[in-house]
């Protein structure tokens, strides 16, 4: 009888970890009352309030982020989008246009090389359905996109692979 409570008592211990991971989804309540108890001892303790605060919403812009970014725009813009939150894991990159266009992904730091580089280059007509490339995020990163020979209307998605 102690042999099998010892068991369901190690089971539990090693699963605790796992369903508190997979409680780091966004939770904006949560992440709101804490940004709240940090504005409350900000009078007394500003430095540790700021810091307590940026460390919130840096967690809350990565553990938020999986819904995925949208973009569009016109012909002729050469925008360049970010700073733009990615978490780790795999993840879609499409361009859909008529035209031409070219997406460099700039890396801050922590996204490896799959975003500091070449993510799509296409001809006119190449992207009608959309132009798509799957990227490793090696660590939650901060990344900028820079699109560049846009010669029609464009929209550009970035979604976690399934």
């Not at 904006?28 to 504005?39: P, T, V």
């Not at 007394?44 to 973009?71: K, M, Q, T, W, Y």
């Not at 016109?74 to 925008?79: D, I, N, W, Y």
């Not at 989008?81 to 993840?91: I, T």
Request: with cysteine.
């Amino acid at each position: 009888m102690k042999r099998l409570l010892g068991c369901i008592a190690a089971a539990f211990i090693f699963s605790l970890p796992i369903s508190l991971q997979a409680e780091a989804a966004c939770d904006a309540a949560k992440l709101k009352e804490g940004i709240q108890a940090e504005l409350d001892t900000l009078e007394e303790n500003p430095v540790s309030a700021f810091r307590a605060i940026i460390s919130l919403a840096i967690s809350g812009v990565f553990d938020c982020e999986d819904e995925g970014h949208s973009f569009s725009d016109v012909a002729g813009a050469q925008p360049v989008l970010g700073p733009l939150a990615v978490s780790e894991g795999l993840h879609i990159i499409t361009l859909t246009t008529e035209g031409s266009a070219r997406v460099d992904g700039v890396a801050l730091e922590g996204c490896g090389n799959d975003l500091d580089a070449v993510i799509l280059s296409f001809e006119a007509g190449q992207a009608l359905r959309g132009a798509a490339n799957l990227v490793k995020v090696e660590g939650d990163c901060v990344l900028y996109l820079e699109l560049s020979r846009i010669t029609a209307p464009w929209t550009l998605t970035i979604t976690r692979a399934p």
